[in-house]
């Protein structure tokens, strides 16, 4: 399910919950792919799932690339509008731009 669906079920304190635990957890996957030296380029809440326990799973990395790796073949923006960082759309990608996307879709 998407995040919405993850985040609609049970009672309010449950959902507060849920929702404090996905923000964890997205966070930590975000840490380990940086930490494999990649960032994901386009994070929004259309790219994050959950799977079958309620954890997220980041999806869509088709704009992934390594860290330091400089710009796209095309360059120039790219990302999902709305949830890119500012340093995205003039083609800087990295790390603090997957962690401003975070932040926007969180």
Do not use: K
Not at 42 to 56: K, M, T
Request: charged share 20%; net charge negative; hydrophobic share 40%.
């Amino acid at each position: 399910p998407d995040l919405t669906a993850c985040l609609a079920q049970g009672a309010p304190e449950e959902r507060l919950r849920r929702f404090s635990q996905l923000c964890e957890d997205t966070a930590d996957a975000l840490a380990y792919l940086h930490n494999q030296g990649l960032v994901h380029g386009d994070l929004s809440p259309a790219n994050i799932r959950c799977d079958h326990e309620g954890r997220p799973v980041l999806i869509d990395l088709g704009l992934s690339q390594a860290i330091g790796q400089g710009p796209r073949v095309g360059g120039g923006a790219s990302g999902t509008l709305g949830f890119v960082a500012p340093e995205a759309l003039l083609g800087e990608h990295g790390p603090a731009a997957d962690l401003f996307s975070l932040g926007a879709t969180l």
